[in-house]
């Protein structure tokens, strides 16, 4: 028996006991709005988005192929629109594509301050309210379907089509639903551990099944990709990475997922200095990148930070800003250094940022890592602040300098120009770009791929080229051409936006509540119906 025969017979049983006060309940109404809102919680959701997580790590080690990949939402619909998209495209299933809720679209697009760069001054709770936005955005897009279906049951039973009856309740009865997991931005945990503890509670009850932190300094966090990071000693960022776990054991979910990011490949610099219980311990071996310079105790300054090192007294090198920095060409080994003792701490994820996308950098590191912890996984950022046409592009022209080519046609300092769109190194490099992910997830057990930004630029793009047509010569045609004429004929859900905002799901409860009573919307008069 169906879940949503079950559901039917559930009521039916409930309303002989509730007496003819519930005569005009039908219980199939009610088993089709349980149907339609299958998750009743957010740690409902959390907890069924980590079981499917966890399912797609085991298989992904046991098949490279299968890595999972993800874009970032700044917004509810635009979540939903892109799940629904890919169920369009990829024959009703969503496999192995998730969600990503970006840190530095909340900065940019969600906080109450206006734009801000992504430096954590945004509120603390904005994560986890568009973790519960996308939710409900994600939910609702399952009740649209389910209530399209239930249209369509009723429509057949109508027409007495008991074959289209029964396939359309098998699709109900197998609904895939929308609802992914979501890899979700905590930043450098908003503050000490306590303050990642609450945060991490917050976001997990609205929902979310993985968490991403980093081990800047929380309030000296700067983007991945900007100068100026600083990184914490590995006692203060392990604290983080428990008060994660400890948040979701509390909640409930215990295979919740946790994202080590670290961003020691571009940071340079240390706020403080870490303690030392014995040589060769994680404090030891983060002091030991320091740039350092050996003196004399008749050297030392007032208010000189010294240390012993191999018995021998040293000064590290101070900024004006009073912070330290580490020595150059560190990058890769302090990375490394980072990756073990995050997995070490109870990390289930790792994530580098780098300063461009090559297979074999990232491969390099991560295979240092897998040396110690040889499942160890990695999500990577394929970042739009990389320039992807020029890096690859270069790739290729090194590539072909390599295997002794002739580039005499290429100037290696300006290959983002169009006139080399069309030219056998172009033709390398997209190829290099295409297969990008399926290499690295090969060649350095990337598990999990995501843009950050997409759609903040798929955004930018699409309202310039619209302001550029309507306010111009184009007129109305500059929308009606390139906008909702191409919904319509590549079926894009929203060219009906009232269904999509839940008018017909509305005039089914109409239906529900006041039977024939009901004033509906979707009439012969709804212009809606040109669409159809």
């Avoid at 919740?256 to 014995?278: H, Q, W």
């Avoid at 560190?330 to 003792?341: Q, S």
């Avoid at 390599?402 to 290696?412: F, I, L, P, Q, T």
């Avoid at 929308?479 to 905002?501: D, F, L, P």
């Amino acid at each position: 028996m169906s879940n949503y025969q079950s559901a039917i017979e559930a009521v039916q049983a409930i309303k002989a006991k509730a007496g003819s006060s519930w005569d005009p309940i039908n219980p199939e109404s009610i088993a089709r709005m349980r149907t339609q809102n299958r998750f009743k919680t957010g740690l409902e959701i959390a907890q069924y988005t980590a079981d499917i997580m966890r399912s797609d790590m085991a298989a992904f080690d046991e098949d490279k192929t299968k890595y999972t990949q993800s874009l970032g939402c700044w917004h509810g619909f635009v979540g939903q629109q892109k799940m629904i998209s890919i169920k369009k495209h990829f024959d009703g299933k969503t496999d192995r594509r998730y969600l990503y809720l970006s840190g530095w679209m909340v900065a940019a697009l969600r906080s109450e301050f206006g734009p801000l760069p992504d430096q954590s001054m945004h509120e603390k709770t904005s994560v986890a309210s568009l973790v519960a936005e996308l939710y409900t955005f994600l939910r609702q897009a399952d009740a649209r379907e389910l209530g399209g279906l239930f249209r369509e049951l009723d429509a057949a039973r109508a027409a007495d089509d008991s074959a289209k009856a029964a396939d359309i309740q098998y699709q109900i009865d197998n609904h895939v639903t929308h609802v992914v997991p979501i890899v979700a931005d905590i930043d450098a945990g908003f503050g000490n551990a306590e303050a990642t503890y609450l945060m991490a509670k917050q976001m997990i009850e609205a929902g979310a099944c993985a968490l991403q932190i980093e081990n800047q300094v929380a309030d000296e966090k700067q983007c991945g990709h900007q100068d100026g990071k600083v990184t914490v000693p590995h006692a203060d960022f392990h604290a983080k990475i428990r008060a994660l776990r400890h948040a979701f054991l509390e909640l409930g979910i215990d295979n919740g997922i946790i994202v080590a990011r670290t961003d020691s490949e571009g940071a340079g610099l240390t706020k403080e200095i870490a303690v030392v219980k014995e040589p060769g311990d994680s404090g030891d071996i983060y002091n030991s990148y320091l740039d350092v310079e050996e003196i004399d105790v008749a050297d030392m300054g007032e208010g000189d930070v010294c240390f012993n090192r191999d018995g021998k007294l040293v000064r590290p090198k101070r900024l004006p800003s009073g912070l330290y920095q580490f020595r150059q060409g560190t990058g890769h080994e302090r990375c490394v250094f980072d990756c073990i003792g995050a997995l070490n701490a109870g990390a289930d994820l790792l994530w580098i940022e780098t300063a461009i996308p090559t297979v074999h950098e990232i491969a390099g590191m991560m295979n240092d890592v897998r040396k110690v912890h040889p499942d160890a996984k990695l999500v990577y950022n394929n970042s739009p602040s990389f320039n992807w046409t020029l890096n690859f592009r270069q790739q290729a022209f090194d590539a072909m300098v390599e295997a002794g080519k002739d580039v005499s046609a290429y100037n290696r300092d300006n290959l983002m120009s169009a006139e080399y769109d069309e030219t056998e190194l172009s033709a390398i490099a997209d190829e290099r770009t295409r297969t990008f992910q399926a290499d690295t997830a090969r060649e350095a057990n990337v598990f999990h791929h995501l843009i950050t930004l997409p759609t903040y630029h798929t955004t930018a793009l699409s309202v310039d080229n619209l302001a550029k047509e309507y306010f111009g010569e184009q007129g109305m045609l500059g929308y009606v051409k390139n906008v909702q004429r191409e919904e319509i004929r590549q079926g894009i859900a929203c060219v009906k936006h009232q269904n999509m905002s839940g008018s017909d799901m509305g005039d089914d409860h109409k239906e529900y509540f006041a039977g024939e009573n009901a004033l509906k919307a979707g009439g012969a008069k709804n212009t809606s119906n040109q669409f159809n």
